[in-house]
């Protein structure tokens, strides 16, 4: 699986009845699901050699350039809202973190220290961190979010221990009648 610092995902797989060629088939960007791609155009995958060089320049001309053009109204469909990131916590109280926007999913994975689950186009922390490793993180993390002018949300509240600068909307509150 290779994955950009923007969520996009290709997998690659040896071909099944040529050992010397390698598959690479575009999966869907971080965030989306498959209600969101249907009766869109999906990009093709194609066969590359063994040779890391040839591979990388085949991927580059045949496929990247449509991958990228048709991800970005898939993108548009799964967006929950404007500007908005959501965090949500597994079952082990770990953020997960759901987002389509570029540069929201470069904050998470080329800066923030998190990884993309190529399953749900989540992303998350690594497992080897205690709770409060990750919830300092997620912190750092959604305050750089914020100072970008995003909007993070959450279903559940930062253990007490962390602080709690997440808070559960960032939209300002409305006034009682």
Do not use: W
């Not at 990247?64 to 082990?92: C, I, K, M, N, W």
């Amino acid at each position: 699986m290779l994955t950009s610092p923007y969520g996009l995902q290709l997998y690659v797989m040896p071909r099944p009845d040529r050992s010397v060629e390698f598959v690479v088939l575009p999966m869907l960007p971080a965030g989306c699901e498959h209600k969101h791609a249907f009766g869109l155009k999906s990009p093709q995958g194609i066969a590359v050699a063994a040779d890391p060089a040839r591979a990388a320049a085949a991927v580059r001309r045949r496929i990247l350039q449509d991958y990228r053009f048709d991800a970005l109204p898939v993108l548009r469909a799964a967006s929950p809202g404007h500007l908005l990131v959501q965090v949500t916590r597994d079952a082990e109280r770990r953020p997960r973190i759901r987002t389509t926007y570029v540069y929201a999913l470069i904050e998470l994975l080329a800066r923030g220290g998190f990884l993309l689950d190529p399953a749900t186009g989540e992303c998350h922390l690594a497992a080897t961190l205690t709770e409060q490793q990750a919830n300092r993180q997620l912190v750092k993390s959604a305050q750089r979010l914020r100072q970008r002018g995003f909007r993070v949300t959450t279903t559940s509240s930062v253990s007490p221990g962390a602080g709690s600068p997440v808070r559960r909307s960032d939209q300002p509150k409305r006034p009682s009648r």
